[in-house]
């Protein structure tokens, strides 16, 4: 309970400035704050880690296939551009996609680390503000992180223009729930659906770990979103409700397409237009592209933007299924998956303690 007291109501104290994207909005009750909200600071905050010392950055990756994973994985694999390559073509292929995929990762962390920065300015309570900053420091390891990965990969591809036309929506809006919306249910929403892919599905250990830790974090932040917006929709108009069903209906078409990896078979000189119809009609892919929305359905009903535009939207992508997921159970295990991938390592760091005493002796 607070102890001190204004000597005029803090309503005539407040104080709103102005940046480029928007209104920067000060608050003068530290003390008052959401249960959730609360909870998730004090969990940010001691969740904190160091990428450099919880990662295992000597752990060797094979650069023909980077994540170790199996021919079918590939997006092209069954199509007669597949047939044609040999060992060397498959290993660049293999590379080539892993670094595509984990520099949309790198972008797309930025632009989270931008984001949760413009959500501690923007946003009007203190509690939000307190989480906001415990994500921009987690949003700078996981640049950081990426960062790294790229670097033993030895090449990194620019953005895709899809995940960028997002950022460039959610940047330029000033309104701070649309932050939350673009950025920690859309964009960190499909970004988990995906880390949980590569997560389950790799062979190579540094792949799968920094994932589950990353996966870790961004539990944390979908679920401030959540918190954050289930609070304030029921009080928008039908209007402003319609405005951001549509805005969701557009990114999700948008971000299912970015997928597509158009820019690496451009690069490789392979015939972009076959490959990226394969993708798009093959079973396999699709049904890879449907899995990405497992986490964004459920989220999206939960606060409140579930309309007909949102229900139609996600009926033809074939996902509306997943609006009956339990998002939280999905959730839990994201965050129990990467303590138990922390705990072997920290028995296994234990263990070589352990014998290089004993080689001493």
Request: aromatic letters at 10%.
């Amino acid at each position: 309970m607070t102890t001190k007291r204004y000597v005029l109501p803090v309503e005539l104290t407040g104080w709103k400035t102005k940046d480029d994207t928007g209104e920067v909005h000060f608050s003068w009750d530290y003390d008052s704050g959401r249960e959730k909200m609360l909870n998730l600071y004090d969990k940010g905050k001691r969740r904190q880690w160091d990428a450099q010392i919880r990662i295992d950055w000597s752990e060797t990756i094979d650069i023909d296939n980077p994540l170790g994973t199996e021919d079918h994985f590939v997006p092209i694999w069954g199509s007669p551009m597949f047939d044609k390559l040999d060992a060397k073509g498959l290993g660049e292929l293999k590379l080539h996609l892993a670094s595509w995929q984990f520099s949309q990762f790198l972008h797309g962390e930025q632009g989270a680390l931008i984001c949760a920065s413009k959500i501690v300015q923007n946003v009007p309570d203190m509690d939000s503000k307190y989480y906001a900053a415990t994500q921009v420091m987690d949003e700078a390891r996981h640049v950081e992180v990426y960062s790294t990965y790229l670097n033993k990969l030895g090449i990194a591809y620019p953005i895709n223009p899809n995940l960028r036309s997002i950022l460039d929506d959610v940047l330029n809006d000033s309104r701070w729930d649309m932050t939350y919306l673009g950025m920690q249910v859309l964009i960190e929403g499909l970004a988990l659906a995906a880390f949980g892919m590569i997560r389950n599905m790799t062979g190579n250990k540094l792949a799968r770990d920094l994932t589950a830790y990353v996966m870790q974090d961004e539990a944390r932040h979908v679920a401030f979103g959540r918190n954050a917006l289930r609070d304030y929709y029921p009080n928008l108009t039908e209007a402003e409700r319609q405005e951001r069903e549509e805005f969701c209906a557009e990114a999700c078409i948008a971000m299912r397409d970015r997928f597509l990896a158009n820019e690496v078979w451009s690069n490789l000189g392979l015939d972009t237009k076959e490959c990226v119809q394969w993708v798009n009609e093959s079973e396999s892919q699709i049904a890879f592209r449907s899995l990405l929305f497992t986490r964004i359905v459920p989220i999206l009903k939960d606060i409140g933007l579930f309309g007909k535009t949102m229900r139609d939207t996600f009926e033809k992508m074939g996902v509306l299924g997943f609006a009956e997921v339990d998002i939280d159970q999905i959730m839990d295990e994201d965050d129990q998956l990467a303590s138990e991938i922390d705990k072997a390592r920290v028995a296994d760091v234990d263990k070589t303690v352990a014998l290089g005493a004993l080689e001493d002796l």
